[in-house]
């Protein structure tokens, strides 16, 4: 597995190259999904490039600091590219299209499976996958018993997110998979909170399985 020591003492040029470099990526990516997803995408705002330029440089920033100079840094920018276009959708339209879902788990699963095999870190691999499943099934079986909760889409994602949180491990897993509970359980209330008079039927679970999944990334060695 990755040197979490060397990683912690990467220079801040690494950081900020690494943060530019995902900002391109994200400005690519969105017209990319923009011209695939054109009813979904949203207006192409100057405020809404500029947030989501914002936000995307944090996330590789973040990620190349959490990971320094690793095989596995490519895969987990990936996912930070893709988290930012998923949760704005996933909050205007309630949705998590598969265009997005699908190639985020196939491309994550190639770039760690090449991360894993040069240096011999193959269990990680097995481990993500377990995690894979296991999330994927956990969600589904809490899909299928709950009336307003979790969505389809929802489900989906837990397989990518159960994929980058298992190759870490299996503290990483359950405490990803727990937090998005507890933010999705807060971001519910806040929002009934804030429009008492128009209870919102639907609220976005997306959003709070990505910042949970990512925070643990980030928090948990």
């Not at 017209?31 to 944090?58: D, N």
């Not at 895969?75 to 699908?102: K, M, Q």
């Not at 897993?173 to 008492?196: C, D, H, I, P």
Request: glycine letters at 12%; charged letters at 10%.
């Amino acid at each position: 597995m990755f040197d979490t020591a060397a990683a912690g003492s990467v220079s801040p040029l690494f950081i900020a190259g690494v943060g530019f470099a995902g900002v391109c990526l994200g400005l690519l990516s969105d017209a990319l999904i923009r011209r695939a997803l054109p009813q979904l995408a949203g207006e192409a705002s100057i405020r809404l490039k500029t947030a989501t330029a914002a936000v995307t440089f944090a996330l590789s920033a973040l990620l190349a600091w959490r990971f320094g100079i690793a095989a596995e840094l490519p895969a987990y920018v990936l996912l930070g590219l893709v988290a930012v276009p998923l949760a704005r959708i996933d909050i205007a339209h309630h949705l998590l299209p598969n265009r997005l879902v699908g190639p985020l788990l196939g491309a994550g699963l190639v770039l760690l499976s090449s991360a894993a095999f040069s240096h011999g870190a193959a269990g990680n691999l097995y481990r993500g996958v377990a995690g894979s499943v296991i999330l994927f099934v956990s969600y589904l079986i809490l899909a299928l018993t709950s009336r307003n909760g979790l969505g389809m889409g929802d489900v989906k994602l837990a397989a990518p997110l159960g994929l980058y949180l298992g190759y870490l491990g299996w503290s990483q897993l359950f405490y990803g998979g727990a937090l998005a509970f507890v933010a999705g359980g807060l971001a519910s209330v806040f929002l009934v909170l804030k429009n008492r008079e128009n209870k919102p039927k639907e609220v976005a679970y997306g959003p709070s399985m990505l910042a949970a999944g990512l925070a643990i990334i980030l928090l948990i060695p």
